[in-house]
Every structure is written in C-alpha cells, then in structure tokens.
C-alpha cells in the first residue's frame, strides 16, 4: 500500500503527481517492527545529536530536566507492569528535555516502576556520554524529582563535574535541622492571621546511605491547616535557598508542559505495540514530530500570536488548511484559498523553511 496524497508528497520534496508515492501507514507499522536494540541504542544517540546540533555554538551551560509520564496500557504489552501509585498497568517514558529552548534531548521507554538508583547513574552516564561528544566543556545541570535523586546519581554526578538539583523526601532529622526557622515562619502567620506565609531554610545532611554530608534547601509554608515542608538536594555551592528552590529546582515544572505537548498533543503515549522495541521506536518518531513542530513554532515571528502557541493551536491554523495544487512542466504552484486566516504567516514560513539552493 502507498500513500498518494499530494500534500504530502510536496512536504516531503516530492512532485505531487509524477513524483514517488510515500509509504503507507500499515508499512510505517511494519517498519516500526524492523530495529533491534542495537539499532535503538543508535537512534537515541541520534536524537541527543538532533539536540546539540539546535544550537549555532556550544552553550556554556544548559540545565537538563528529567521526569517521567504515566503511559496507561489496554493489553499484554512487554514490560508494562501494574503502578500502585497511578493505579494503572503502564509504562512510565522518561522524558529528558532542555527547557530553555523547549528541545526534546532523549525519549526512553521504561516499564511501570520507578527507576532503580544503578538505572538512574546509567542513564545520566550514557546521556552526558553523548552530550559531551559534541560539547565537551559546556556545563550541565540535571533537575529532577525524588525519583532520580539517588544515592549512585548523586555519587556519579559529583564524580564527573555535573551539577544536580533533585527533590528529597523529609525525615524527622531534616525536620529537626530546620524547626527554628519553621518555628519562626508558624508565628509568623498566627500573629498576623494570615492565610500563608512562606520561607526558605538551608542546612547540611548525611543520609545512611549517603557517601557525605550534603546540601539541602527548604521551602516551608505554614497555613491555616498547618505546615508543609519541601527539600532539595544539591551540589551546588551557590545561591541562596530561595534562589535554588523557587527559582532553579521550580523551573523545572515548564517540563511538565512540553511533556504535555509530546504525549497529549502529538498522541506519543499510543504505545500499542506488543514488543517494547516496537513501543520505542514509535517515541523516537513522535519526538521527530516534536521536532518538525518545534522548528515550525520557532520560524513564526516573535510578534505574532502564534509564536508561543501549544502545537494543536499550530496544526489547526497552520497545517489543516485546504490547498490546491498544481504541477506543470515548469513548477508547482500551490494556491491557498483567499480567505486562508493565515495567509502571510505562511508565505514567510515558506520562505524561512525553504531547503538552501544545491
């Protein structure tokens, strides 16, 4: 079976009518069946690649965040097992993104369960492996939540010259560390009768399984249903605890949303295939489409509406439009009806994305 549609054979650099038809969408099923691991291993290594090469220079410094999704599953899928915590059988895709340019870094396919620490330190060594190929003086910051802040991660970090930011869960030491300044915040708002009052803490500690002592923030909020704690962990030496938590380990909440944006817009969480290969190469394809979409929303012109639009917004008014074409001797023309909303936004994207002449 083949796909003949003219559309999408111009956007591929295709005649719409002489030239060769795409393949269809029971061979692109097919094909997503065809790689091994070893040929998995190189995709990924190609997609931090796609990701270094975003940037015209090394950056002197990038902060990586980490997180993962829950990736419900309706049949026998390999490696799915059942979450109690999402109540759900599922995978659990960690998702890495650089949230300053939005630019997907490494999409992996993980069963239901939370990552050991041994898992963590292999994949930050073989993702900063990667990273460091093409930048190997550029520093890097990896954020991430209570999941990845273990012990080996900590310990490989420290190793080799990464920085971390990670969330920690409290204990009654961590508590007992920072009860003056608790205290003090508790007073705080019941003399003032306040809804809530916030404020940070710093201290040092050593976890048993820790190798050393360490540094931790403390974002504490009293209200009027009582006292809520949150920490980090870190191996930062600057900024004060303010800084580190509300500003730095916070930032990574916009990870969240470009997460929404691969699995909710770009339906990445269609893991239907029975073999996990299979499942991995279809998130290797949706973050090509992360790609495409993210190189068309940076092409728009950062006074236009659209700019900063979710990647829906720019499939409706810029991608599901009707178009007639027409393929001469000459050239194609491609004539866009008069009352298309978008029509100049399109012609300068046509310029902008045209390949470079050979």
């Given amino acids: 079976m083949v796909d003949a549609r003219p559309a999408f054979k111009l956007a591929c650099g295709r005649l719409p009518e002489s030239g060769a038809d795409l393949m269809s969408q029971p061979t692109v099923s097919r094909m997503e069946n065809t790689p091994g691991l070893r040929d998995l291993i190189q995709l990924g290594r190609v997609l931090v690649d796609v990701y270094c090469a975003s940037y015209v220079v090394p950056p002197a410094a990038v902060t990586l965040d980490v997180d993962d999704t829950c990736d419900v599953v309706h049949g026998q899928q390999q490696l799915s ?123 040092t500690h050593a976890a048993k399984s820790w190798r050393q002592t360490r540094r931790v923030a403390a974002h504490i909020e009293a209200t009027r249903l009582g006292l809520d704690i949150r920490y980090v962990v870190t191996n930062i030496a600057t900024g004060t605890p303010a800084w580190l938590y509300a500003e730095l380990y916070c930032a990574r909440g916009q990870a969240e949303n470009l997460i929404k944006l691969h699995k909710g817009q770009l339906a990445s969480d269609r893991t239907s295939c029975r073999h996990p290969a299979a499942n991995q190469m279809r998130l290797v394809l949706h973050t090509a489409a992360y790609w495409l979409m993210l190189t068309v929303r940076d092409a728009i012109p950062a006074s236009h509406r659209l700019a900063r639009a979710e990647f829906t917004t720019i499939r409706l008014r810029l991608l599901k439009l009707g178009a007639r074409i027409r393929e001469t001797a000459a050239r194609v023309r491609l004539a866009f009806a008069a009352a298309c909303p978008e029509a100049d936004l399109l012609r300068h994207l046509a310029t902008v994305l045209a390949p470079a002449p050979t």
Avoid: Q
């Fill in 81 to 203: 097992l059942f979450n109690a915590h999402h109540d759900a059988r599922c995978f659990l895709p960690i998702h890495v993104y650089d949230t300053a340019t939005s630019g997907p870094v490494a999409m992996i396919l993980w069963p239901g369960k939370t990552p050991s620490g041994r898992e963590v330190r292999g994949r930050l060594h073989r993702l900063v492996r990667a990273i460091r190929r093409h930048w190997p003086t550029t520093a890097i910051t990896i954020r991430g939540d209570g999941h990845y802040g273990r012990p080996e991660a900590m310990d490989w970090c420290e190793d080799n010259s990464v920085s971390y930011v990670f969330g920690l869960n409290g204990t009654k030491a961590l508590a007992a560390k920072v009860e003056p300044t608790a205290d003090h915040i508790r007073v705080v708002r019941a003399i003032g009768d306040k809804d809530a009052v916030r404020g940070f803490a710093e201290t």
